[in-house]
Nanobody, 123 residues
């Protein structure tokens, strides 16, 4: 019954910005951990950024640190990824995920995936 729906993807030139959103339906309040992942063509899905249940702790892949801040509005059940200084190799399908827990960029438990949104960065 609970669904995650991403939006905000699209095409942008290198150096530009996009903000991705992930709305969670079926919940009154979103107080669970969340994360963003991405998958480029021919590549494995990789962790991008994560946030804990109350938005006080953050986890970032090296490529995302300082560029892709993650945040959420628990009342609106919406997760965000602000993507700045975009590079061509940021091109990928970006997925949001609900988590049961998160301790680090490599230690987390995914409970639900969104459908993904395409981000294409042109040089």
């Amino acid at each position: 019954q609970v669904r995650l729906v991403e939006s905000g993807g699209g095409s942008v030139q290198a150096g530009g910005s996009l903000r991705l959103s992930c709305e969670s339906s079926g919940l009154t309040f979103d107080t669970t951990p969340r994360a963003w992942f991405r998958q480029a063509p021919g590549k494995e899905r990789e962790f991008v950024a994560g946030i804990n249940d109350i938005g006080s702790s953050f986890h970032y892949a090296d490529f995302a640190k300082g560029r892709f801040p993650i945040s959420k509005n628990s009342v609106k059940n919406t997760l965000y990824l602000q993507m700045n200084s975009l590079k061509a190799d940021d091109t990928a399908v970006y997925y949001c995920a609900a988590l049961r827990s998160i301790r680090s960029t490599t230690d987390y438990d995914v409970s639900l995936w969104g459908q993904g949104t395409q981000v294409t960065v042109s040089s």
